[in-house]
């Protein structure tokens, strides 16, 4: 990630002086939670789309990084909502902010966050990224709503549960880059290609997240095996256990989803293997990888073009 970042080192560098500028407040547990998730090692994933996507059409400029900044913020808010809602007590291998400081802080803080983002985005003045903007993030809640009621439905299809990580992950994927090429003045082609990249991108990479919760490291992803079993729910690997498993796997898997229970974790690690559900999950997402190459392929070679090729392997090929 060093050398996919250096090609905007010191974009990435003013993307975190902004991000602590606007965590500033007059009440301090907006700045406590705030500081608390925002320094808690993250990959600035999102961020780095954003500047790579700029770079990748031209020099970046100032309201390119207060849109990193953005980017960053609503992306922050959802993790602190998401902690909440799950339940979750690891992240990053740190408790999570829900943990450190109560339900409440963490939500309010999140609504903080996302207030804020809108604050910048405002102060941009593009209309057109405005409205982008906000459908993204109403597309976002809507996503982690359908995750929550569909939590314990192990009949959820392949189908739903794609549809689910597009509104959840993907779309905030895309709309960085995309904002990116409505804030540089891109034509049509350039940004519609840059979404369909970070839209692709934002799919592989959660199937390799749901992938890693099953033969992930905890010390290298920063949470516990078998999270999302515990919170019941219905990932790609376990679909594709119930759907292509002997009856006994098939069954084992729906008893653990409906009851949302990882005491079997074993036996279904044993089976997600045995079925092929792990290789079919990396599949899934080295196809959305090829995809997001072959959407960059419209755009002319450049530093940045490059980093995005390689931003896209390092994000099916992580550990973490």
Request: glycine share 6%; with cysteine.
């Amino acid at each position: 990630m060093q050398d996919i970042r250096a090609v905007v080192s010191e974009e990435l560098d003013a993307v975190n002086a902004v991000i602590i500028d606007q965590l500033h407040s007059d009440v301090d547990m907006v700045e406590n939670v705030g500081h608390y998730i925002v320094g808690s090692g993250g990959k600035r994933l999102r961020p780095l789309l954003v500047l790579l996507s700029a770079a990748a059409l031209g020099p970046v400029d100032e309201r390119q990084i207060r849109f990193a900044a953005v980017v960053e913020f609503i992306h922050t808010a959802t993790l602190l909502h998401d902690d909440v809602v799950d339940v979750s007590e690891l992240r990053r291998g740190r408790p999570t902010a829900n943990s450190a400081f109560g339900n409440a802080p963490s939500v309010l803080v999140g609504d903080f966050l996302y207030t804020r983002a809108f604050q910048l985005m405002v102060a941009l003045g593009n209309e057109t990224l405005l409205r982008m903007m906000a459908d993204t993030t109403n597309t976002i809640a809507a996503g982690e709503v359908l995750q929550l009621i569909r939590a314990g439905n192990a009949d959820t299809t392949q189908e739903q549960y794609f549809d689910v990580i597009d509104r959840k992950t993907a779309t905030l994927f895309a709309a960085a880059c995309e904002g990116a090429a409505l804030l540089g003045n891109a034509d049509a082609a350039a940004a519609a290609a840059l979404r369909s990249y970070g839209s692709n991108i934002g799919i592989a990479f959660q199937l390799v997240d749901d992938l890693l919760d099953y033969e992930g490291d905890p010390q290298e992803t920063g949470k516990n095996v078998g999270d999302d079993l515990a919170e019941g729910k219905p990932t790609l690997p376990l679909i594709h256990v119930m759907q292509h498993g002997t009856p006994a796997q098939a069954a084992l898997v729906r008893a653990a989803i409906e009851n949302k229970d990882k005491a079997q974790l074993p036996a279904i690690l044993e089976a997600v293997t045995a079925c092929g559900s792990l290789r079919y999950t990396r599949d899934a997402a080295q196809r959305h990888h090829d995809d997001a190459l072959l959407a960059l392929s419209t755009l002319p070679e450049s530093p940045a073009r490059a980093s995005l090729i390689r931003l896209a392997a390092s994000s099916i090929a992580r550990r973490s």
